[in-house]
């Protein structure tokens, strides 16, 4: 039986695996919320950054912001109106943007770092190692965290760096008890076994068994932290706590929008509120999408 050059060039195509990113890609492009979510977020993060310094807006100066009309409708030269300080409320919302999201991106970074490292050490070492470090975050799991968050607050003051540690460093307990359900997993199941019988350190099983294979998790855990870190903030914000003036944050502004919407002045609120809702929201399809693109199971073989 003879074959053919155009049945060697079929069954060279066939044979060339797809590459790992190539299918991650497809898996969450399929994901049609994600993709909107993706685009959303994106377009809010450059408007946050990006729209301040193209058309400025006074955010800082209290005593120029009272020369403007406070709690103004919506109208051609402000169109979301003013506060009740008489700032700009949609230069407002982004400049609070640019503060809520880099606090909270940086937060959520510290959070995923500090609870995967921690998380798989104890999951992967076991035995006292692991009931010890278990028990440390029961005893901080017990406490409320918004309760907890309150009370370094008041005792250690609120700049932008502290926030962002205390909510980074505060914020891991959940997320390592996920990383160590998988290290226990990983740590028992055939290849790293073999490994470790070979002669491979503990690291090193770590590193080329446990993490790859926790990804999905870690992954999807990354990107909730990072929703989590700007909720918190916000909520911080809303109870006074949050971003020392004259910085803001989204927390602030609906706090101090609250306070008016009994007096029907409804853009100090509502339009901010359906923008943080939608980043919440967003970047937990974003999350989601990101889980099943990197689970092991629904890649090609």
Known sequence: MTTTVADTAAFSDTAVPIPLWRQRLKIFMANKLAIASCIYVLILALACFIIPHIHPTNQTNQAIAFNTTQNGAPSSGHLLGTDSSGFDELGRIFYAGEYSLTLGFLAGIITIVVGTTYGMISGFFGGVVDAVMMRFIDAFLSIPYIFLLITLITVFGRSTVFLICIIGFTGWFVNARIIRGDAL?????????????????????????????????????????????????????????????????????????????????????????????????????????????????????
């Open 185 to 301: 997993l990983i740590r028992n199941l055939d290849y790293s076994k073999a490994s470790t019988s070979m002669g491979a350190s503990k690291l090193h099983v770590i590193r080329s068994h446990v993490f790859p294979n926790s990804i999905s998790n870690i992954v999807t855990v990354a990107t909730f932290s990072v929703a989590d870190a700007i909720l918190f903030l916000s909520a911080l914000g809303f109870l006074g706590l949050g971003i020392q003036p004259p910085q803001t944050d989204w927390g602030t502004m609906l706090q101090t929008g609250a306070n008016q919407i009994q007096n029907g002045y409804w853009w100090e609120v509502y339009p901010l509120a359906l923008i943080f809702i939608l980043v919440i929201v967003a970047i937990n399809y974003i999350g989601d999408a990101l889980r099943d693109a990197f689970e092991v199971r629904l890649l090609e073989r």
